[in-house]
């Protein structure tokens, strides 16, 4: 049984009264809610057939949508031959037991100090990072052993299959007259695939620099701006199948340099303001109650994955260009039966990052002294910056190296009206 014991400290030290020293350190847990039971013979479900002619037609009918009944499980009738031929995803467990698990765990821990500077800005500063162990992972072990692949090419080879006959199931590969010699050499040969899940043997590591910069409101004007410099790496997958432990990457959320400057600024007109204050009370209407606020940001793009590649160089002459975005010949096709040499991820080639303004305007009408009507344009991706995502990195293919994806959208323009009293 695992106890989820999950103790927090925290600490804030004024040590002049312009300083502040803080830190803190803390374990958390994230629930184990995969359904690791295998349900084979047990669990079937049965499909409602909608068309026969790619839906030009309608076949069976909400009113009578099983016209032929429900599919029943067929139980444990068919004893150790339950599932064979099929591919099975579960935990592992004794016979008469049920599989175990671990809820993961991540420690979070950080330190820092914040200063304030004449002009009422503040300056933060400080280290924040945690350290996550016992992630569920899964794991194929139903591969082939590494010292067959000197077989090369004669592991595709058509063979007899010794399950012809026993194995019935028409829907399994293993229940035709021939099979392959690589299915044979299985651990478990009688079974197309085997996935092993939950497992708690998945790790990651996340460091980073924090700073954070900010002008209180004065004369209308609020300025402020945050930088994150981060390494984020993870131990959650198997470089190849038979590997004694996860490959160690970095992770596909890991984002080097993080920008945001941020503000508001109220338009100097109006009542109570230093120009139109004794203008006309319509020119004061028209004039007060204007606010702009900006959002920027600038972040690094995603690691590059790359599968059935191997590097042959590290180049340094990457185009960048939405045509060819990295140095395409520093890539060739994996050979075929060989280990994987490549890391799942590369840290030094990355999607192109974001560059993106989000703007607001605010006008302000008073209606009464109570009451305000506030009126409210946003801006998101003002300046309709093209976002490209991840370029093309399937090594075979015709569009290797291509930027082809746009994650962020254009321009959009929000309006809102709200009454306030």
Known sequence: RDRAWAPRFGYAWRLSDRLVWRGGWGVFYVPNNVANFNQSGFSLSTRMVTSLDNNLTPFNRLADPFPNGLSRPPGAQGGLLTGVGQTLTAGAARIGDVPTYLNGLTQQFSMGFQVLLPGAVSVQSGYAGSVSQ???ISRDVNAYPQEFLALKARLSASVPNPFYGIIIDTTSALSQRTTTVSQL???????LGLTQTPLPYGRSHYDSLQVQVTRRMSHGLYLGGAYTFSKF???ISYLNANDP??????SDADRPHLLVLHGAYEL?????KHFLNAAH????????GWQFNWVVTFNSGAPL???GAERLFKSTKNPKTVAQWFDVTQFAPQEPFTLRQLSSRVADLRSPGIRKWDLSVIK?????ERVTLKLQAEFYNAWNTTHFGAPNTTVTGLSFGRLTTTPLGPREIQLAVRLAW
Do not use: C, D, Q
């Open 268 to 272: 100097p007109l109006g009542r109570g």
């Open 305 to 307: 994955a790359f599968a």
């Open 134 to 136: 016992r992630l569920t």
């Open 281 to 288: 009370p319509a020119m004061r209407r028209l004039a007060g």
């Open 233 to 235: 790496m993870e131990a």
């Open 364 to 368: 302000g009408v008073p209606v009464t």
């Open 185 to 191: 050499l299985r651990p478990h040969p009688h079974f």
């Open 245 to 250: 432990k996860p490959a160690r990457v970095i």
